[in-house]
């Protein structure tokens, strides 16, 4: 025991010991199960190899952005003969920048119908040769004079980001024992914002953000792609697509007793919930199409709950104060490498909070933490609007500003963040969830691509104001959340449908509330109230 031992107390703190020593199964487990070699390794593999390309390239742009509209507006004139104005260029180039978030979109869709059709693994191991492809069109764009090779490639980088989005969450959480799926559920989350941060310093001027670096720039992450890429022969498929969808049974265990590192006998809460899942898997012959998610009302709520937190996640206005944030520290009175600098520590607060958030997931409940952060994001989106407002008339609101950004990155952190990503997991049985997860991403990238599609106009329209409507959006979720997120931590799928299952009347928390009052009734008969 002793290693792993130490290990499970620094990922999962004391209360999961209590809460597992009052589990029905608690006289059968000998020995939890844990970070396994191969679950480490599949967990470092994705995040690197899948997660942060996908960060990478939401981050890579936005430095060089005069570079390569410059590149774009000769190639289009030497081969076309075509002479852009400032707005026609302005237009091609935000296509190029949006056509990831339409691919983004895309390829969340695709993920449901792929990870069924060819499992969690070959899904992602689809998602990376897009993904290199997309990263020698980059290489290839500026040497052959095509802005088609840059447009074709942000397009396939974003299905592949896409495909990573709604499938990767899934395949390491269905790869965890119960009590890691928290952690292993905000790794997608975390290599995002790692890339995000590593594509802002790689694009920085004096690194490789200028005229003969940016299509090495561009194409930069397809390396950790194809090195993580090499591992996937040795990664384990997930056994509950074996399991549920493929119906493998033998295979599945065998993979099972493989990640967990351990005999089949001391797996048996495991192997009750895949068998749980499986029966339930059947009784329904149809299979989980979209469509079918769509229209099922006992799915409405938690639906509506993963919709509304990842679009919510956007329309937060991380991007749009990412954006904005360089323009405040240099009205704050830093120098133009200062407020680049201060941007990429926004970007790093962020990442940092992504890292805070895996103890934070495995210990605190997931309403607690989805709703203090609600409440103090909204809280920094007014001071930030405030600030911003009232900039021209007082000096030191530049600095109330910065605190405005630096406070909304890291309670945007806590839950706001990572939450999204994995909720749908912890929502939906294994039938449903790679639609659920699939419609949750596509939203993502919509929310995303929305904003910023209409933040600009906002902006010249209603200007620092904008920060009041994305607040406003915040609160909404907040009282949503308060009324219909039931607490998944640790909770049996199956339990957590049946609290959601009655649409609007559901009463999830309530529930919840009951069970945690009378530990013994609410465990075993949780539905009587
Ligand atoms: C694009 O290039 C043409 C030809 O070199 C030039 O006349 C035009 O001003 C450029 N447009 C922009 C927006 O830079």
Not at 159 to 165: D, E, K, N, P
Not at 348 to 359: D, E, G, H, K, Y
């Given at each position: 025991?002793?290693q792993?031992?130490?290990?499970?107390?620094l990922f999962t703190?004391?209360?999961?010991?209590r809460?597992?020593?009052?589990?029905?199964?608690?006289?059968?487990?000998?020995?939890?199960?844990?970070w396994?070699k191969?679950l480490?390794l599949a967990?470092?593999a994705?995040?690197?190899?899948?997660?942060?390309?996908?960060?990478y390239?939401?981050?890579v742009?936005n430095?060089?952005?005069?570079i390569?509209?410059?590149?774009?507006?000769?190639?289009v004139y030497?081969r076309?003969e075509a002479?852009f104005?400032?707005h026609q260029?302005?237009?091609?180039w935000s296509?190029?920048?949006?056509?990831f978030?339409?691919?983004?979109?895309?390829?969340?869709?695709?993920?449901?119908?792929?990870?069924?059709?060819?499992?969690?693994?070959g899904?992602l191991?689809?998602?990376?040769?897009?993904?290199i492809?997309?990263?020698?069109?980059?290489?290839?764009?500026?040497?052959?004079?095509?802005?088609?090779?840059?447009?074709?490639?942000?397009?396939?980088?974003?299905?592949?980001a896409?495909?990573?989005?709604?499938?990767?969450p899934m395949?390491?959480?269905?790869?965890s024992?119960?009590?890691?799926?928290?952690?292993?559920?905000?790794?997608c989350?975390?290599?995002?914002t790692f890339?995000?941060?590593m594509g802002q310093i790689?694009?920085?001027y004096s690194?490789?953000g200028n005229?003969q670096?940016?299509?090495?720039?561009?194409?930069?992450?397809?390396?950790p792609m194809?090195?993580?890429?090499?591992?996937?022969p040795?990664?384990?498929e997930?056994?509950?697509?074996?399991?549920?969808?493929?119906?493998?049974?033998q295979?599945?265990?065998?993979?099972l007793?493989?990640?967990?590192?351990?005999n089949?006998?001391?797996l048996?809460?495991e192997?009750?919930?895949?068998?749980?899942?499986?029966?339930?898997?059947?009784?329904?012959n149809?299979?989980?199409?979209?469509?079918r998610?769509?229209?099922d009302k006992?799915?409405?709520?938690?639906?509506?709950?993963v919709?509304?937190?990842q679009?919510g996640?956007?329309f937060?206005g991380i991007?749009?104060?990412?954006y904005?944030?360089?323009?405040?520290f240099a009205?704050a009175g830093?120098?133009?490498?200062n407020?680049?600098?201060a941007t990429?520590?926004?970007?790093?607060?962020?990442?940092?909070?992504?890292v805070?958030?895996i103890?934070?997931?495995?210990?605190y409940?997931?309403?607690?933490?989805?709703?203090?952060?609600?409440?103090?994001t909204?809280?920094f989106?007014?001071?930030?609007?405030?600030?911003?407002?009232?900039?021209t008339?007082?000096s030191?609101?530049?600095?109330?500003s910065?605190i405005?950004?630096l406070g909304?990155v890291?309670?945007?952190?806590i839950?706001?963040?990572?939450i999204?990503y994995?909720?749908g997991?912890?929502?939906?049985?294994?039938?449903?969830r790679?639609s659920?997860?699939a419609?949750?991403a596509?939203a993502?990238f919509?929310?995303n691509?929305?904003?910023?599609?209409?933040f600009?106009l906002?902006?010249?329209?209603?200007?620092?104001?904008?920060f009041?409507l994305?607040?406003?959006?915040?609160?909404?979720m907040?009282?949503?959340m308060?009324?219909?997120?039931?607490?998944?931590?640790?909770?049996?799928?199956?339990?957590?449908?049946h609290l959601?299952?009655?649409?609007?009347?559901?009463?999830?928390?309530?529930?919840?509330?009951?069970?945690i009052?009378?530990?013994?009734?609410?465990?075993?008969?949780?539905?009587?109230?």
């Amino acid at each position: 025991m002793g290693q792993q031992g130490e290990r499970e107390v620094l990922f999962t703190g004391d209360d999961i010991r209590r809460s597992c020593a009052q589990s029905p199964y608690a006289d059968i487990t000998v020995r939890k199960p844990g970070w396994t070699k191969l679950l480490i390794l599949a967990g470092l593999a994705t995040t690197i190899g899948s997660a942060m390309p996908v960060g990478y390239n939401i981050g890579v742009v936005n430095s060089p952005a005069v570079i390569i509209k410059h590149f774009v507006n000769e190639s289009v004139y030497t081969r076309y003969e075509a002479v852009f104005d400032r707005h026609q260029l302005d237009f091609l180039w935000s296509c190029i920048i949006t056509i990831f978030l339409l691919g983004g979109a895309a390829g969340s869709l695709c993920g449901s119908l792929l990870a069924n059709k060819i499992g969690r693994k070959g899904a992602l191991i689809v998602s990376s040769l897009l993904g290199i492809v997309a990263g020698i069109l980059f290489l290839c764009s500026k040497y052959s004079n095509s802005v088609e090779m840059l447009l074709i490639g942000r397009l396939l980088i974003g299905l592949s980001a896409g495909l990573t989005q709604s499938v990767m969450p899934m395949y390491l959480m269905e790869l965890s024992p119960l009590h890691l799926r928290g952690a292993t559920g905000v790794l997608c989350p975390l290599g995002v914002t790692f890339g995000v941060l590593m594509g802002q310093i790689f694009s920085m001027y004096s690194i490789l953000g200028n005229e003969q670096g940016w299509p090495f720039v561009l194409a930069l992450y397809a390396l950790p792609m194809v090195l993580c890429g090499l591992l996937f022969p040795i990664l384990p498929e997930s056994p509950k697509y074996l399991y549920v969808v493929k119906k493998e049974p033998q295979i599945a265990l065998k993979v099972l007793t493989k990640v967990r590192d351990m005999n089949q006998e001391h797996l048996n809460d495991e192997v009750q919930e895949l068998k749980a899942e499986e029966s339930e898997n059947d009784v329904e012959n149809e299979s989980w199409t979209i469509g079918r998610v769509l229209r099922d009302k006992t799915l409405l709520l938690p639906l509506l709950l993963v919709l509304i937190l990842q679009a919510g996640q956007q329309f937060s206005g991380i991007n749009a104060v990412f954006y904005y944030s360089a323009q405040i520290f240099a009205s704050a009175g830093l120098s133009r490498t200062n407020s680049e600098l201060a941007t990429i520590g926004a970007g790093f607060c962020n990442f940092l909070m992504a890292v805070v958030s895996i103890p934070i997931m495995s210990k605190y409940n997931r309403r607690i933490v989805i709703q203090i952060s609600l409440a103090s994001t909204s809280f920094f989106l007014v001071l930030l609007g405030l600030a911003t407002i009232y900039i021209t008339l007082y000096s030191w609101m530049a600095y109330l500003s910065i605190i405005g950004v630096l406070g909304f990155v890291l309670c945007y952190g806590i839950g706001l963040g990572p939450i999204p990503y994995f909720i749908g997991s912890e929502l939906f049985e294994v039938g449903p969830r790679p639609s659920a997860m699939a419609l949750g991403a596509m939203a993502n990238f919509g929310g995303n691509f929305l904003v910023g599609l209409f933040f600009p106009l906002m902006q010249a329209r209603i200007g620092a104001a904008s920060f009041f409507l994305f607040a406003g959006f915040v609160v909404f979720m907040f009282i949503f959340m308060r009324f219909y997120l039931p607490e998944t931590r640790e909770k049996d799928v199956t339990e957590v449908a049946h609290l959601c299952s009655k649409g609007f009347k559901s009463r999830p928390v309530a529930v919840s509330q009951l069970s945690i009052a009378n530990t013994e009734e609410g465990l075993n008969s949780p539905l009587k109230a």
